[in-house]
T-cell receptor, first 116, second 112 residues
Framework: KAGVTQTPRYLIKTRGQQVTLSCSPI?????VSWYQQTPGQGLQFLFE???????NKGNFPGRFSGRQFSNSRSEMNVSTLELGDSALYLC???????????????FGSGTQLSVL | SQQGEEDPQALSIQEGENATMNCSYK?????LQWYRQNSGRGLVHLIL???NEREKHSGRLRVTLDTSKKSSSLLITASRAADTASYFC????????????WGAGTKLIIKP
């Protein structure tokens, strides 16, 4: 079984631009969660999607948005990029919704976003 | 918000020695998970311990959970160079709407 795939692996953008990151979960997994990882703040939860519905959202501004398609693939979008958005963005999938608890997460390798 | 706090922030030991990392958290939990992250890569799940469990083993890994002290420890025995990575604990708190809350991580370096 293929693992969680995130594209692109690296991305360089300038302030004010927008960016879309993609995540393909493990086949059969219906939940996709997104995290932002920075050296200063650690891993911060962005949002979780399950069956095309946003189930949970972290404490991020509205510039951060996401969606999930019927095949469980997910995208996240960041508009009007700021320098502070530079981070490793990680996607994780699990078979069921996080609300089922006790679900471990399977992570992709991440997209390293640099905002100049 | 960070619920888990790992201790120490960094640990450097010789290959073959045991490594112990600690995680403390603040609120009641359903379970606690440990993950490993190699530099700049995604996280890999290591072990999950439920709130009603006290100890769990997986290969060279031993995890303990003390809910009265709100703390957990991860022990890696007979360390290898390949164990060099950052280790994170994540808690599935009962009042966090099942979001995983992550600690800041312990950076482990195994010297050959």
């Amino acid at each position: 079984k293929a693992g969680v795939t995130q594209t692109p692996r690296y991305l360089i953008k300038t302030r004010g631009q927008q960016v879309t990151l993609s995540c393909s979960p493990i086949s059969g997994h219906r939940s996709v969660s997104w995290y932002q990882q920075t050296p200063g703040q650690g891993l911060q939860f962005l949002f979780e999607y399950f069956s095309e519905t946003q189930r949970n959202k972290g404490n991020f501004p509205g510039r951060f948005s996401g969606r999930q398609f019927s095949n469980s693939r997910s995208e996240m979008n960041v508009s009007t990029l700021e320098l502070g958005d530079s981070a490793l963005y990680l996607c994780a999938s699990s078979p069921g919704a996080r609300s089922a608890t006790n679900e471990k997460l399977f992570f992709g390798s991440g997209t390293q976003l640099s905002v100049l | 918000s960070q619920q888990g706090e790992e201790d120490p922030q960094a640990l450097s030991i010789q290959e073959g020695e045991n490594a112990t990392m600690n995680c403390s958290y603040k609120t009641s939990i359903n379970n606690l998970q440990w993950y490993r992250q190699n530099s700049g890569r995604g996280l890999v799940h290591l072990i999950l311990i439920r709130s009603n469990e006290r100890e769990k083993h997986s290969g060279r890994l031993r995890v303990t959970l003390d809910t009265s002290k709100k703390s957990s420890s991860l022990l890696i025995t007979a360390s290898r160079a390949a164990d060099t990575a950052s280790y994170f604990c994540a808690t599935d708190a009962r009042d966090s709407n099942y979001q995983l809350i992550w600690g800041a991580g312990t950076k482990l370096i195994i010297k050959p």
